[in-house]
């Protein structure tokens, strides 16, 4: 039987003289009983002190905090998500020097220096296990030919998983998606779930939104849609944050799933077995959203009431972006007239036709926006 174990967000970032060899002590029966511990490494490991331009924070740790990866017994660093840019090329660069140089296999990078695909074949067992590794789009995926994160491109995925579910006996893909804190998966991401397994992915791991979400079983295939935080020690986050799940696939003919429950960086920066009480309320919790998840509906639902939960707060982002813009809004007549409709309208209908949509990327593009 193969094991392979799952896990969310690493982001290893505290202080080197803070780094001891007690990090996982609590879970070592976990992560020493699998084949390979796949996880994504949510952060470059680089000594640059020059992050890119963009919104919101740049994390970084320093590449002696492989260490934590080592303890965590990691073999695969999925690095096909939002941060792993913010330190420009010299952070990825780094980054996969110094996991592979320890022994830990990175995927989910276009473009690499070494020439490398940036899927990853591995052999468990005897059987070969493909991995691939994709997020969406953000300010870690750059143009076409420069080294970057993996971005998901439901054309590009039918001939990439088309082209490795010949060459191996199992297939994983690993998608870094969805919306931050909400625990559900919008109802287009459970179709992309469903699509990769159709085209072939033996199981879909979900993680980025920071909290743990539900899953299902779809032609025999486990999709899981988050498995939260594994290591991320931030401060002044909910108690969500410091909730997880491992997510071991055991696959023997079939492939069965066992969820794990565990606690994260809640006090210190140790990551241990939830209690048993605990853990059984967050496996009922994990049954409940997957039961939303299997009902379109329902899920529906819960989007739509997401969704008018965050107002206009998004299209501000977009219109209004500085302080001197937000001060702006508080006088009445220049409020009203930042609400127009047709100016909500034009905003809609550029980001819904995927033509307009392009045009509007390249032209910021072209204009040094970015």
């Given amino acids: 039987m193969i094991k392979l174990l799952f896990s969310g967000d690493f982001a290893p970032i505290i202080q080197s003289e803070n780094i001891g060899d007690q990090h996982f002590t609590g879970i070592t029966d976990i992560i ?3 084949d390979l511990h796949i996880t994504n490494l949510e952060c470059p490991l680089t000594s ?3 992050p890119i ?3 919101g924070p740049s994390i970084k740790s320093d590449p002696v905090a492989v260490t934590l990866l080592q303890q ?3 073999n ?5 998500n939002n941060h792993i840019f913010d330190y ?3 952070g990825i660069k780094e980054t996969i020097k110094v996991c592979e140089s320890n022994n830990i296999d990175t995927l989910g990078i276009v473009a690499r220096e070494d020439k490398r695909d940036h899927w990853l074949i591995k052999e468990v067992r005897g059987k070969k296990v493909g991995f691939l590794n994709y997020c969406e789009h953000e300010f870690s995926v750059r143009g076409k030919g420069l080294m970057g994160a993996c971005g998901y491109d439901p054309i590009e995925a039918f001939y990439e998983v088309g082209h490795l579910k010949h060459m191996v006996d199992y297939l994983i893909v690993i998608y870094h998606g969805g919306n931050e804190y909400y625990p559900l998966p919008r109802p287009d991401l459970k179709k ?3 699509y990769l397994a159709d085209l072939g992915a033996d199981a879909v791991i979900g993680h ?5 979400s539900g899953y299902e079983i779809y032609n025999l295939k486990p999709l899981i849609y988050s498995l939260g935080n594994f290591f991320f020690p931030y401060d002044g986050e909910p108690e969500s944050w410091h909730e997880g799940i491992l997510c071991q696939l055991k696959i023997e003919n079939t492939i069965e799933i066992e969820f794990m429950p565990v606690l994260q960086c809640k006090k210190g920066f140790e990551v241990i077995k939830m209690s048993k009480d605990k853990g059984d309320s967050l496996m009922n919790t994990i049954e409940i959203l997957s039961n939303l998840i299997r009902n379109e509906e329902e899920l529906q639902k819960k989007w739509d009431n997401y969704v008018s939960t965050i107002g206009d707060g998004l299209s501000n982002q977009i219109l209004f972006t500085t302080r001197f813009d937000k001060a702006l809004l508080k006088v009445p007549i220049l409020k009203n007239y930042s609400n127009n409709k047709n100016r909500w309208k034009a905003i809609l209908n550029i980001l819904r036709c995927r033509s307009l949509e392009q045009l509007l990327i390249d032209n910021l593009k072209s204009n040094q926006c970015l």
């Fill in 208 to 212: 980025h939104t920071h909290v743990f």
């Fill in 32 to 34: 020493s009983s699998a």
């Fill in 88 to 90: 420009g090329e010299q």
């Fill in 48 to 50: 640059s002190k020059k």
């Fill in 72 to 74: 965590a017994k990691v």
């Fill in 53 to 55: 331009d963009k919104t």
């Fill in 76 to 80: 695969i660093g999925c690095l096909a």
């Fill in 192 to 194: 992309d779930f469903h």
